[in-house]
């Protein structure tokens, strides 16, 4: 079930006012109607989008952006699927920001892959040559 236009602007109102439990009661809403990780693709995503959309045009102030996002974050480790052990052979999987600090997509890809039971390793941000230097004696 796709989430609706009206869940979504609920969502954008609930994250710029920084109202975590109105965010967290339009996802756990989103979450009994069985969408499970859809949630974030066809939900916070857009979500965050119109919000970046709105610091773009000077709608939205760049703390709420970040502000927005750190709800995202809080409330995906909340409820997305966490560690699950690997069923099958899957090739060695390493996940790192690499001269960035802004963790979200980091955390919907490793959330993706953990959903899919593959194992990966994740890494801190790193600067590009000493990143590559520990993904090489890492796996």
Known sequence: MESTRQEIKDLVDALLRV??????????RALEQ??????????????????GRGWETGA???????MSSKVCEELMKR????????????PRIAIALL???????????????????IALRITG????KSWCRKFVRIL
Request: glycine share 8%.
């Open 79 to 90: 409820f997305l699927p966490g560690t699950v052990t690997p069923q099958g052979e899957y």
């Open 34 to 51: 069985g969408k499970s990780f859809n949630t974030v693709d066809q939900l916070i995503v857009p979500a965050l989008e119109e919000i």
């Open 99 to 117: 001269e960035d600090y802004h963790a979200l997509g980091k955390m919907i890809i490793s959330t993706a892959l953990r959903a899919e039971a």
């Open 60 to 66: 939205v102030a760049l703390a709420q952006v970040y």
């Open 125 to 128: 941000v790193s600067q590009l």
């Open 19 to 28: 109202d975590r439990l109105g965010a967290e009661e339009l996802v756990v």
